[in-house]
């Protein structure tokens, strides 16, 4: 059962296919509208399956200088500091015991994994060309280039000639003991492991404690199954008109969709909302 709601005192947003474009853009009104949230006094943190070094559009367009929850929940990450301030990672055993599930459900299946520092990425899992326009990683045995490594922060598996919901659904039931599994590429058949457990609603629960707001004093945004969880913790969680029917499903709101700046408009009301509330029975 949803908590009731109570006073806007945090937003917490997904980024692609909610407020970030394709071309990483955000809209003017968009960038607006969490300007004046944060000048209203409400604390507003992104929380996105991005790892910290694609975090630019908020830099640069909004200005952000708080914290992002990135990786799914993974990684917590000061962006004025440039700085990881917690991480829950996923131990390499376990990452490796899910990969040889999946392979034997998908031979053709191909893996990456985001740690800390960077990506390391199997032969075969980016598309030809694209590994230039990832910082000229070369492609190895995973086994390798993660030797050393305390654990990884997200887990990645790709395959083909699948839809990304029946990927899904496929591998998510029989890797559960090891991994957390979702996916946010609307369609390329590509999932997103993390420690079992751990989610966005998780970490955005646990910075939300230290602030001393509960749920029902948060609302977020998001538009893809990786979303599902926080939207479903929000006290007021609202999936995108224009996001994966599963994240519409679960959401207790509906915003408009992306292309109508639908994080903007809910924002837009509620500031309109909180402001008249903090004038109520001025004279």
């Known amino acids: 059962m949803r908590e009731q709601r109570g006073p806007v005192r945090l937003v917490a947003s997904d980024m692609d296919g909610t407020i970030v474009g394709a071309d990483n853009s955000i809209s003017d009104r968009t960038v607006k509208a969490f300007r004046a949230c944060i000048e209203a ?12 070094r694609w975090l630019d559009p908020l830099r640069d367009r909004i200005g952000h200088e708080g914290t992002v929850i990135c990786s799914n929940g993974a990684i917590t990450y ?3 500091a440039d700085q990881v301030l917690s991480t829950s990672l996923l131990p390499l055993d376990q990452m490796f015991a ?3 599930i999946i392979r034997d459900l998908f031979p053709r299946a191909h893996f990456a994994a985001e740690t800390v520092e960077g990506i390391h990425l199997e032969e075969g899992f980016a598309e030809a060309g694209s590994v230039s326009l990832l910082g000229g990683i070369v492609p190895g045995p995973l086994e390798e280039s993660l ?3 305390p654990g990884v922060a997200k887990f990645l598996a790709r395959a083909q000639d699948i839809s990304p919901d029946e990927f899904l659904r496929r591998v998510a039931p029989v890797v559960a003991d090891l991994v957390e599994t979702t996916h946010s590429a609307p369609r390329m058949p590509l999932l997103e ?6 989610n966005k609603a998780v970490t955005l629960a646990g910075y939300a404690a230290r602030k001393g707001i509960n749920a029902a004093d948060t609302v977020a945004f998001g538009d893809m199954p990786n979303d599902i969880a926080m939207l479903d913790w929000a006290g007021r969680g609202y999936a995108m008109a224009s996001g994966h029917p599963a994240a519409r499903r679960a959401a207790g709101y509906t915003a408009p969709g992306f292309m109508e700046d639908g994080v903007a408009v809910i924002l837009e009301q509620l500031l309109d909302v909180r402001e008249a509330s903090s004038g109520a029975g001025v004279r």
């Open 193 to 198: 492991m993390s420690r079992p457990g751990l």
């Open 78 to 80: 000061d962006l004025a």
């Open 98 to 100: 899910a990969a040889r």
């Open 147 to 149: 030797a050393g490594q």
């Open 41 to 52: 006094g409400i604390d507003v943190v992104f929380v996105t399956g991005r790892p910290p």
